[in-house]
């Protein structure tokens, strides 16, 4: 029998993967992968959420998040094109223009 | 039974892919891995009687997204390996689990104490799509609507930074070459 909890525990591991990702990539593009999958793992958590209370709740949050990714990778790739263009490089030790 | 094996298909596969598009290092492996780990996610969603929200799923991630993402990589050479520095691995680890799992904690210590109180519960005999259609277009539609406006901003800023000096190809020419030519496009 599957339960909330298996959701929730196979939900919690996907995001450790994505933010593992973010961690440890210094590449812009993984950088973005990784974030999607950070969403997508939060999505299965509010998709089981709302079948374990019988609301409708969880899984509107969860269209309002997968809107939200997809104006975010629009805006991101094309500040990611942008930046390849003029650096040609996409690496985040290149974006240290300030020294801080 | 038959979510018994679906659960642990779809967690083994969507594992799997997301692992390899956190470790690849071809940045076009990591890409057709998350294409296919999206699509595995939304079993999910089917398993959960969310079947709007599949479908969904689909159709954006798998069909918008990883478009932007293939247009976008025409731009990058991705035939070159990723290359990266990477100091600490230990501690990206540790930390890494350890605040998904205080995150997933903190979130759900409501819902597991039962302290929750339900405003939009589901109908009985009424299908997903419509309920769907019911609860986003009265109780959210202001954000709905703001949602449209924000996709409609992001749209605009997609095309406004990328179209620009789109007559210089860079992806077919060296570096350098690349480099000089677009210099002197910026200098005109």
Redesign the interface.
Known sequence: ??T?T???V??????????????????L??L???T??LL?AV???F???????????G??F???I??????????G??????W??RK?T??L?SMQSMRG | MY??IA?YLF?FL??TL??I??FSKN?LY??TA?AG??IF?SG??F????D??GV??II??SG??MA??AF??I??DTTKD?????KA?RM??T???A???L??VI??SP?ISKN?I?????IDGVSNSK??GY??FT??LV?FEL?AV??L???V??????S??MDIS?SMKS?YE??SE?EEGVAK
């Open positions: 029998m599957i909330l298996h959701y929730l196979i939900s919690s591991i996907l995001f450790a993967i994505g933010l593992v990702g973010i961690v440890r990539r210094k590449n593009l993984m973005f992968f990784s999607e999958i997508n999505n299965i958590g998709a089981a959420i709302s079948r374990e209370f019988h609301d409708m709740t899984q509107m969860a269209f309002f997968i809107a939200v990714a997809a104006s975010e990778v629009a805006v790739l094309g500040l990611l094109v942008l390849y263009k040609s996409i690496d030790d | 979510e018994v659960f967690s969507t594992i997301f692992s598009v956190v940045a990591s890409m998350l780990g999206m996610i999910f969603f398993l959960l009687d969310a709007f929200l969904v799923q954006v991630y918008a997204v932007v993402y976008g990589m731009f990058i990723v290359k990266e520095t990477i691995k990206i680890y930390f890494a689990t605040i998904a799992v995150l997933v979130v759900s819902i929750i339900t405003s939009t519960s589901i309920m769907v609860i986003l109780k959210y954000p949602t924000m996709l901003v992001a749209m800023a997609g095309i406004v930074l990328v620009k000096k860079l570096d690349a480099k677009f």
